[in-house]
């Protein structure tokens, strides 16, 4: 659910891999205050927005009801999580997109729901991500471009942005398993699922005191 652009650096690792499905021209907004509205998708490198079926399971692992939650969409793109997490009541909703063309279309969604709530951000998702204080979100989505090795420097930004007990979505085109799994050690899986390609794990922020390292 994000749109190609060059974020401040990234490690080299993992080989690129094409994205596994193709941009719809609109997602529609499957629950709450906005159920049913559609968010126009722009032609864009490396968009593709969460599905529809992946963004019900995910909300079902989050719960319907995001009431006074804080979010943090860090490769927005077409703002699909975002805006699904404030059509459920999340209090506020920081929405990051390197795009200016992508960015321009969520700021003109956000007009037009009326969604104050709604912050977008134009900018460099990692330059962004490090100006922000510490455990400031509830939830942080993460669905950064699958050609790019963008993963390890995201999940260690939202390791440091989650509060304790906080959740941390993911989308990959491969599974979070094993010791190469850039999972930062405050951060654990507790649900994981696949759809087709893309692969959707949930991690929470430990809690101190209940494993996490000191």
């Given at each position: 659910?994000?749109?190609?652009?060059?974020?401040?650096?990234?490690?080299?690792?993992?080989?690129?891999?094409?994205?596994?499905?193709?941009?719809?021209?609109?997602?529609?907004i499957i629950g709450g205050r906005w159920k049913?509205?559609?968010?126009?998708?722009?032609?864009?490198?490396?968009?593709?927005?969460?599905?529809d079926r992946v963004r019900e399971t995910l909300?079902?692992?989050?719960?319907?009801?995001?009431?006074?939650?804080?979010?943090?969409?860090?490769?927005?793109?077409?703002?699909?999580l975002g805006f699904e997490a404030a059509s459920?009541?999340?209090?506020?909703?920081?929405?990051?997109?390197?795009?200016?063309?992508?960015?321009?279309?969520?700021?003109?969604?956000?007009?037009?729901?009326?969604?104050?709530?709604?912050?977008?951000?134009?900018?460099?998702?990692?330059?962004?991500?490090?100006?922000?204080?510490?455990?400031?979100?509830?939830?942080?989505?993460?669905?950064?471009?699958?050609?790019?090795?963008?993963?390890?420097?995201?999940?260690?930004?939202?390791?440091?942005?989650?509060?304790?007990?906080?959740?941390?979505?993911?989308?990959?085109?491969?599974?979070?398993?094993?010791?190469?799994?850039?999972?930062?050690?405050?951060?654990?899986?507790?649900?994981?699922?696949?759809?087709?390609?893309?692969?959707?794990?949930?991690?929470?922020?430990?809690?101190?005191?209940?494993?996490?390292?000191?």
């Amino acid at each position: 659910m994000n749109s190609r652009t060059r974020p401040s650096p990234a490690p080299r690792g993992r080989s690129a891999s094409p994205s596994p499905r193709q941009a719809p021209a609109q997602v529609r907004i499957i629950g709450g205050r906005w159920k049913r509205s559609l968010l126009p998708v722009l032609e864009a490198e490396g968009l593709r927005p969460t599905p529809d079926r992946v963004r019900e399971t995910l909300f079902n692992w989050l719960g319907q009801d995001m009431s006074g939650m804080t979010c943090l969409d860090l490769f927005a793109g077409s703002g699909a999580l975002g805006f699904e997490a404030a059509s459920r009541g999340a209090a506020a909703v920081t929405l990051v997109e390197a795009n200016p063309r992508v960015a321009r279309q969520l700021r003109d969604n956000q007009y037009r729901f009326d969604a104050a709530q709604v912050k977008v951000i134009q900018g460099d998702a990692f330059a962004v991500a490090a100006q922000m204080p510490g455990a400031s979100f509830d939830v942080i989505f993460l669905d950064p471009p699958f050609a790019e090795d963008w993963l390890g420097p995201a999940l260690e930004h939202a390791a440091r942005l989650s509060r304790p007990g906080g959740a941390v979505y993911v989308e990959t085109d491969h599974a979070l398993i094993g010791p190469d799994a850039p999972v930062p050690a405050s951060l654990e899986i507790v649900r994981q699922a696949r759809a087709g390609a893309v692969y959707f794990h949930l991690l929470q922020h430990k809690v101190p005191g209940q494993g996490e390292p000191g």
